[in-house]
């Protein structure tokens, strides 16, 4: 059985592990990118030697014992806490908002109790179910506190108005009533010691996988891939696979501008946000904080910047609005659809990952899904059954 993995990101290398070690196999792993690791890539930077997360920072963070298990097998993890701060108008303040967040801003000493009710005033109480983004953040926060830290952030970061995306999109952050300034409240957090990239590859290494860079994958060529590759699994833009033919998914895309400093510390901290509109990044990191156990005499910064998608660009964040949704169900009834022509003599196509399934899938989710994709692949060919298209139901 030979299968072709299209993409070297975290849903492909763990996959490709897992099926190399489960079935007598070979497995190539095309990457159009001249690296593995997809966006999670890391490389030291030459001028200073400090580890820098190229495509934005990566903070490793679950609350599944099997994802932290699997990932340690294949690098060690330090850990790391992300303490964010953001700098806005009225000062420099905690993220996510917790007690110290909410006494700093509105000039208070409450306790835990007294925060809760006193934030609960503040929330706007007619709004029964949030339906959008601002809804859920007027509830749950009120417009100070809302417009401070959210609203410009938002706009930034996705274009569009908060009342256009999702209520979820909020609720990955917290809002804490304790003075914990912990980023994320998953159990299990840390980074790679010898960052992402180096975890992948050591996932990659195994003599039924072949790696190969810089090769794109054109749908195109599927079927002159018949009788080469029995199943290829594409984790790129499912869009994309389709050329676009029902229109093109809606991305943020983010760029990072180097700031050219030679202090050996800029920030003082790993992340801070500027959810401030008239400020046009979205935030600034500052590598070395991410890597606390290293020391470096010089320091690598980035200011990034969030933009929708153009031609050339690398998908980020999938906007999921209405439009979107409505296009992604065309391209998932179209991948079904292609199932069947696995009779007409082309390759089996499966679709995994963030960007083939077009959802905000955080590192650990993504590797839990490809974790049990490969499960139900490697079921479905030692019974001889049909393989799965999709890991997940249409969402
Ligand atoms: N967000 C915000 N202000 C902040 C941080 C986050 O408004 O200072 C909003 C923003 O809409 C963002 C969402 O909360 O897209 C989720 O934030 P998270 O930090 O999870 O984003 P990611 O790390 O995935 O970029």
Redesign the pocket.
């Known amino acids: 059985m030979k299968f072709l993995i299209v993409g070297a990101g975290f849903s492909g290398a763990v996959l490709a592990r897992q099926l190399a070690e489960a079935l007598d196999c070979r497995i190539e792993v095309w990457d159009e990118r001249e690296h593995i690791a997809g966006n999670c890539h890391t490389e030291r930077d030459a001028a200073t030697g400090v580890m820098v997360h190229r495509y934005?920072?990566h903070i490793f963070n679950t609350d599944s014992t099997e994802v932290w298990d699997y990932v340690r097998r294949f690098g060690e993890f330090r850990p790391f806490t992300n303490r964010?701060k953001?700098v806005t108008a009225r000062g420099v303040f905690s993220?996510?908002i917790n007690l110290l967040t909410i006494n700093q801003f509105f000039g208070k000493a409450m306790g835990p109790e007294e925060a809760r009710e006193f934030l609960r005033s503040q929330g706007d109480a007619s709004i029964g179910e949030p339906s959008n983004?601002e809804e859920q953040?007027l509830k749950m926060m009120g417009r100070d506190i809302y417009e401070t830290?959210?609203?410009?952030?938002?706009i930034k970061?996705?274009g569009c108005d908060?009342k256009e995306?999702p209520a979820s999109?909020?609720k990955?952050?917290p809002v804490r009533f304790n003075y914990d300034d912990n980023?994320y409240d998953k159990p299990h957090q840390g980074i790679p010691a010898e960052g992402y990239t180096a975890l992948m590859q050591n996932m990659l290494d195994h003599p039924r996988i072949e790696v190969r860079l810089g090769r794109r994958f054109e749908p195109a060529q599927l079927g002159g891939l018949a009788g080469v590759f029995d199943q290829v699994v594409f984790t790129g833009p499912i869009d994309a696979f389709f050329g676009h033919s029902e229109g093109r998914l809606g991305y943020r895309t983010?760029s990072f501008e180097r700031i050219d400093t030679d202090v050996e510390d800029f920030q003082g901290n790993a992340v801070i946000?500027?959810?401030e509109l008239s400020v046009p990044w979205?935030?600034i990191h500052e590598h070395k904080h991410f890597a606390p156990w290293e020391r470096h005499e010089r320091t690598a910064v980035f200011r990034e910047y969030s933009t929708e998608t153009g031609l050339e660009d690398a998908p980020y964040?999938p906007k999921r609005l209405a439009p979107d949704k409505a296009i992604l169900k065309r391209y998932r009834a179209m991948a079904e659809e292609h199932r069947c022509s696995v009779v007409a003599g082309r390759p089996g196509v499966s679709f995994l990952g963030r960007l083939a399934t077009y959802r905000?899938l955080?590192m650990a989710p993504a590797i839990g899904e490809a974790l049990d994709f490969a499960r139900r692949l490697i079921d479905g060919v030692r019974g001889g059954q049909p393989l799965p298209v999709f890991p997940n139901e249409e969402t």
Do not use: C, E, I, S
């Open positions: 934005g920072p964010v953001a993220l996510p983004f953040a830290f959210f609203k410009g952030y938002t970061q996705w908060p995306l999109v909020l990955r952050l980023y983010v946000n500027y959810p979205t935030r964040y905000y955080d």
